[in-house]
């Protein structure tokens, strides 16, 4: 059985191994594929694994043989599931895989932004502290978070780890979602009053036509103005020019971003130009235990596919 995989590198730059997929059939691991490689490198493949290669209906109509797709990622948006579900393939994921990393940087990037140890470090090495006439100095305003309120957008794994760590912060926390759980001591809001309550909001919700722009000028309105955006789930959930004109206005007081719209972005990004807008290049996910767990389970998923009892199946 002829397996693909046409986006290795980010899941294993080179600290993993492939040896457990490779004994499930003739495995063919690209680090990237251009899509105009595309149907050239997977034509004759019974197994594609994927994580941002786009899988549309043009393809898979020109691939006979193709059978399963593994997306090496929780979100699956990269594959038409209503062209797959027609050719009778099925598509599964991998959920989870990164929960507790993905919740330990949202607080990576709210510290940065409130204590801005990154700034001081900087600082202390410009000199700035050797020339202070004084024992210790702010290069920014610093903020407690004992008392705040986060608002945490979607609730699934990611939300509730999130929820967790705030409250371990002794955060007041309160939550938008489309499942609530009877008998949860969560308060449960509308995004209107998220929104205008929270001192910090945290993305964690899928990307789906309803999400995307969820994060728009109308709800940036409702913001503090000493208020945090924080988004680790999808780029297109916030409307890039909107919030960036929010940081430049004042409107809110900050925002730490693992995601963008276009990844990589081009270098015209408004956010690049903003005041107090922390980006990082969507690592979150990314630490060697959380992939380690995703190539796991990447593997059993082909595994259990090819036994006849799948698992993860989102189609």
């Not at 409130?114 to 202390?124: I, K, L, Q, T």
């Not at 308060?187 to 205008?196: A, G």
């Not at 990307?207 to 722009?213: A, F, N, Q, S, V």
């Not at 007081?253 to 980006?279: H, Q, S, Y």
Request: aromatic share 6%.
């Amino acid at each position: 059985m002829k397996i693909v995989v046409l986006d290795g590198y980010t899941l294993n730059p080179g600290d993993l191994s492939w040896d457990a997929l490779n004994r499930l059939g003739e495995c063919v691991v690209h680090d990237r594929t251009a899509p105009d490689q595309l149907v050239e490198r997977v034509t004759g493949a019974r197994v594609l694994l994927t994580n941002k290669v786009v899988l549309d209906r043009g393809t898979m109509e020109l691939l006979s043989d193709l059978a399963y797709i593994g997306v090496q990622a929780t979100g699956y948006n990269v594959v038409d599931l209503e062209a797959a579900r027609d050719r009778g393939i099925v598509v599964t994921n991998v959920p989870a895989y990164g929960t507790d990393s993905v919740a330990q940087h949202v607080f990576a990037l709210l510290l940065e932004l409130v204590s801005g140890v990154g700034r001081h470090d900087e600082a202390v090495r410009a000199g700035k502290w050797s020339r202070s006439p004084d024992f210790s100095f702010n290069e920014v305003s610093m903020t407690e978070l004992a008392g705040l309120t986060m608002g945490v957008v979607g609730h699934g794994a990611i939300g509730k780890a999130v929820t967790r760590i705030a409250e371990a912060f002794n955060m007041k926390v309160i939550v938008h979602t489309r499942t609530r759980e009877r008998g949860s001591p969560i308060k449960y809001v509308d995004l209107e009053t998220l929104f205008s309550e929270s001192d910090i909001v945290s993305l964690h919700c899928h990307l789906t036509p309803e999400t995307k722009g969820l994060v728009n000028g109308e709800r940036l309105q409702l913001m503090k103005a000493t208020s945090f955006l924080i988004n680790t789930s999808r780029g297109p959930v916030v409307d890039e020019q909107a919030l960036a004109e929010a940081l430049h206005t004042g409107q809110i007081a900050g925002a730490g971003l693992d995601v963008l719209t276009v990844e990589p972005p081009p270098e015209g990004n408004p956010l690049f130009r903003t005041r107090n807008c922390i980006i990082t290049p969507h690592i979150a996910w990314a630490t060697r235990a959380a992939r380690k767990r995703l190539m796991d389970t990447a593997v059993d998923n082909v595994r259990a596919w090819m036994e006849g009892r799948p698992v993860n199946v989102v189609t």
